[in-house]
């Protein structure tokens, strides 16, 4: 179910701290896993843009642009975005445009995705003075400057990766000693 959120009108009375128990996330960019592709690369994973209230905005599959519910699960990491760099009453605004322009776009894993959603709302911010912003600046500027919302986020993000590794290290090593313990014999 798609709840409706109110942007207030007093900007003033708008909390812009992160608060990752009640899951709002002012005027950030928030990150989470998506399963199995992200278990294998941890740096892969699904984005969304938060309005000023911090309600979460993802283009979460072909016509739809999920809100304060992201497609796959909740946020384990985020990125706060300096409100200084625009002018605040924009910010709601851009993020509505940008979703109202993917719930009529089709879904593609590799060129028009969350993170050319997420692009779409900063360029018509034109956040930082910049209006070429795109999946690959998101996804490094996420690696760069994101945070974990706790020690859950972090564990949820790389936590499947180390025990795929751990698990192929340990068959790796297993199958080395009953080699060596063959080749001894021979």
Known sequence: MVRYHRVMDDPALISHDVDTDK?????????????LLSWFF????HTGI?????????????????????????????WQLDLGKVRQSEWDEAVQKASQEYRG???????????SHVALALNLLKY?????WNMVHIAIYLLIYSKYTGVG????????????????????FYFLSSLNHILTFI
């Open 128 to 132: 930082d003075g910049k209006s070429r």
């Open 105 to 115: 776009r089709m879904h593609n894993l590799f060129c028009d995705n969350c993170h």
């Open 153 to 172: 986020g972090f564990l949820k993000t790389w936590l499947p990766f180390l025990l795929i590794v751990g698990i192929i290290l340990a068959i790796t």
């Open 23 to 35: 899951q709002r996330f002012p005027h950030c960019i928030v990150w989470t896993p998506l399963p």
């Open 50 to 78: 938060c309005s000023t209230e911090g309600v979460v905005y993802d283009f979460a599959g072909p016509y739809f642009v999920s809100v304060d519910n992201m497609a796959f699960g909740q946020p384990t990491k985020y």
């Open 42 to 45: 941890p740096l892969i994973g």
